[in-house]
Nanobody
Framework: QVQLVESGGGLVQAGGSLSLSCAAS????????MAWYRQAPGKQRELVAS???????NYADSVKGRFTISRDNAKYTLYLQMNSLKPEDTAVYYC??????????????WGQGTQVTVSS
């Protein structure tokens, strides 16, 4: 089993910054993809940013230029630096990790979610 522990959510003013982290633990052999999703009340879950094992990063158009995804491979930790925050960024943010445990056993784990609230 792979467990994800998220931290860094909170309340910030519009234009401010916040940094999220997600630490994966368990018998991990490799990680293929790490990503951040978010879900606002009444809306579908949205992919915010992702990074694959080779280092390629992708961002939703709504956060390009404001958010930066990064990882620490040695610590199996994912980060999301959020700058120039807007009220529409308010949502529960979820960490997602795809990889393998042992030899050839795939896993798909989700964090419990952390609330990010951006006030005007």
């Amino acid at each position: 089993q792979v467990q994800l522990v998220e931290s860094g959510g909170g309340l910030v003013q519009a234009g401010g910054s916040l940094s999220l982290s997600c630490a994966a633990s368990g018998s991990i052999s490799s990680i293929n993809t790490m990503a951040w999703y978010r879900q606002a009340p009444g809306k579908q879950r949205e992919l915010v940013a992702s990074i694959i094992s080779g280092g390629r990063m992708n961002y939703a158009d709504s956060v390009k230029g404001r958010f930066t995804i990064s990882r620490d491979n040695a610590k199996y930790t994912l980060y999301l630096q959020m700058n120039s925050l807007k009220p529409e960024d308010t949502a529960v943010y979820y960490c997602n990790v795809l990889g393998h445990i042992g030899w050839g056993r795939a896993f798909n784990s989700w964090g419990q979610g952390t609330q990010v609230t951006v006030s005007s």
